[in-house]
């Protein structure tokens, strides 16, 4: 039987849990200094279909050339994809962060505006990068879910959704905004290293006495 799911319960739970495990890069480059909202953007842009562990190397050696859209712009497309190197679709990305700086140079005076309209009018840029950019870099409330937080809210239950975008939808109804940016910066290394996609730790979860293990054949 299970217990009455406590959300605060259990995100205190993988808060403990999540210790030994390295940030989520984002929270990572924010912590190093790259806490601009152009620099997060960037980097959940680098970090499309990316690991982590190459995200930050990338993103940093990126912001050894260019932490602006000034900047950025004085890099030419084989620059830009040669830095990229690494990442998934690095000409790709190349031309989505040069299309990126130059709408915010052109249309903006050099300052990307901290709305969420504003970035996912950006080519490029969705819900989840757009949200997670502006919960880092400014503190707005905002959820982001990628493939790791819509995973585990599905397996324990706490929403029932086929598709991020949905997930992100339902989370905005049930989670209390003071919580919002803890949810990707708390369940995103859960999920990789913990709640994983195959063989989770279920014997050694935290939160096994609220999750409802959806969808788990089999685990560790």
């Known amino acids: 039987m ?18 030994p495990y390295p940030k989520a890069a984002m929270f990572d480059l924010f912590e190093r200094g790259y806490n601009s909202l152009f620099e997060q953007l960037i980097s959940c842009i680098v970090s499309i279909r990316t690991l982590d562990e190459t995200t930050i190397p990338v993103s940093l050696r990126l912001f050894e050339k260019a932490r602006t859209p000034e900047q950025l712009l004085q890099l030419d497309v084989p620059t830009l994809t040669h830095l990229l190197y690494g990442t998934t679709y690095p000409d790709q990305k190349a031309y989505t962060m040069l299309g990126i700086a130059e709408r915010i140079v052109n249309e903006f005076n050099g300052e990307l505006p901290a709305t969420y309209e504003t970035l996912t009018s950006l080519k490029g840029v969705g819900p989840k990068c757009a949200n997670l950019a502006l919960g880092v870099a400014t503190g707005q409330a905002a959820i982001s879910v990628d493939v790791h937080v819509h995973r585990v809210v599905n397996r324990w239950g706490y929403v029932h959704t086929k598709q991020p975008e949905q997930t992100l939808k339902v989370l905005e ?19 990789k290293h913990i709640c994983t996609g195959t063989l989770p730790h279920c014997s050694t979860c935290p939160v096994l006495p609220w999750c409802e293990q959806v969808g788990v054949d089999r685990h560790r």
């Open 2 to 19: 299970k217990q009455d799911f406590d959300l605060d319960v259990v995100l205190a739970h993988i808060e403990e849990a999540i210790k």
């Open 173 to 191: 109804t049930k989670v209390p905004r003071e919580q919002w940016i803890a949810i990707n910066r708390l369940l995103m290394p859960f999920g």
